[in-house]
């Protein structure tokens, strides 16, 4: 059975506007099988395959006419592969500007080359699908960051408390292909996929650069998941230099396998650190990097913490693809404190997650967020410490404690 992903609803209201929608994400999330969706029943055209050998080798050879002859609407699936694609499509949408001319899918994102960028800008919304979230694998309704930011956070009142609350979920990830999948079995698909990522698809988006390095550096960015990003000290450990280890960064952020979190700089503390965090985009895929199944997942301190704030983390970002307000997600780190998670609206809004993996809270977790609350005000509409216990805790003025499963409540 297809579980229903959230941001369809986000597609399909982009192709009643836009000339061209670009859903782009990873390989193996659900995007053609999305894209499919979005089509049959609702509009009639057509689809063409980029990853079926024909079909690419005829696109490439001509652009122009490859474009010409696809009916409208039309579904292009993995339109990374013949990047000049793009600039045909740029012709067609500019003679006919009606909306949902194309819905492109890519596992890379092209958009992000200068050339292509500029000769899209105004004729496409691009939406990002990530592997699943909870909160559609079960059904829920909600969405955490807008209850956040109503001042009303998930009442959660019978969680399982403790790690068993989390860790095979962490261990499981949320690549649709594993969702019924055994352990042995998803460590072996994951495994399989981290590697046909580097040796498919990165050479195909950097065939001039030498990757001999990059599973080392995937590994290295598993155990660095949801800390600061420090080039220097990866480049040590690969024995390259920063700007190499920073462009091959760059890469698996082209292709969704890390999701880089810049800082939020709000004057806040003396001597405030701006480096980003890195997550690692899925923990199931972190979990088979580190080489770690769910029993160490639960019991190795050196590894739980990290693993769960990037399994929240995550979760989180999802829930921005969705939610009803357009929300940032950034991190906060002094040389004394840090907040987790810092959400700022449009408005200047704020909304501030710790993440514990204990089934208990202390006065501590939250003191940067009451600081928070006391210089911005009326601004600060919810501080939240994700944890493993059993119900929603009210802490203080707009500080809950909330049970992990409040994510998908």
């Not at 010409?68 to 499509?89: K, N, R, S, T």
């Not at 109503?150 to 969680?159: C, F, L």
């Not at 899925?282 to 580190?290: R, V």
């Not at 040389?335 to 204990?358: C, F, H, N, P, T």
Request: hydrophobic share 45%.
């Amino acid at each position: 059975m297809l579980i229903d992903r959230k941001v369809r609803s986000v597609v399909v209201e982009a192709l009643g506007y836009s000339r061209v929608v670009f859903l782009q994400g990873a390989r193996q999330v659900g995007k053609s099988t999305l894209a499919q969706q979005v089509f049959i029943g609702e509009r009639s055209g057509s689809t063409a395959t980029l990853d079926d050998q024909v079909t690419r080798e005829a696109a490439a050879a001509d652009p122009d006419g490859f474009i010409a002859g696809l009916p409208a609407p039309a579904v292009i699936d993995e339109v990374q592969l013949v990047p000049d694609l793009l600039y045909a499509i740029k012709r067609v949408v500019d003679d006919d500007p009606g909306p949902g001319r194309f819905l492109l899918t890519g596992s890379a994102n092209v958009l992000t080359a200068p050339k292509v960028s500029e000769s899209l800008a105004g004729r496409v919304r691009r939406v990002d699908l990530l592997p699943l979230a909870q909160a559609e694998i079960r059904g829920a309704e909600g969405n955490f960051v807008d209850t956040a930011f109503s001042g009303k956070p998930p009442w959660v009142t019978d969680a399982p408390i403790g790690r068993e609350a989390f860790a095979e979920l962490v261990a499981r990830g949320g690549y649709p292909a594993v969702y019924r999948l055994g352990e042995r079995q998803r460590r072996a698909w994951y495994r399989d996929y981290a590697r046909s990522i580097v040796e498919r698809d990165l050479r195909d988006i950097a065939s001039a650069q030498k990757l001999v390095e990059m599973p080392k550096l995937l590994r290295l960015l598993a155990s660095n998941s949801a800390k600061l990003l420090d080039f220097k000290k990866l480049a040590r450990s690969l024995e390259i230099s920063d700007k190499t280890v920073g462009a091959y960064v760059e890469l698996l952020r082209t292709v969704f396998l890390v999701h880089v979190v810049p800082s939020w700089r709000p004057g806040l503390r003396a001597r405030e650190l701006h480096a980003p965090k890195i997550y690692l985009a899925d923990t199931g895929l972190l979990a088979q990097q580190l080489g770690v199944d769910q029993a160490r997942l639960s019991a190795d301190d050196q590894v739980t913490g990290y693993a769960l704030e990037t399994f929240c983390g995550m979760e989180i970002l999802k829930h921005l693809g969705w939610a009803g307000l357009d929300v940032t997600l950034r991190h906060y780190r002094s040389q004394y404190d840090e907040i987790d998670i810092v959400l700022e609206s449009q408005s200047g809004d704020l909304a501030a997650v710790e993440v514990k993996a204990r089934a208990s809270v202390r006065e501590r977790d939250w003191r940067v967020m009451a600081d928070m609350r006391d210089r911005y005000g009326d601004r600060f509409k919810a501080g939240v410490v994700l944890y493993a216990g059993r119900q929603t805790v009210p802490l203080s003025d707009r500080i809950w404690a909330v049970p992990i499963s409040g994510l998908w409540a």
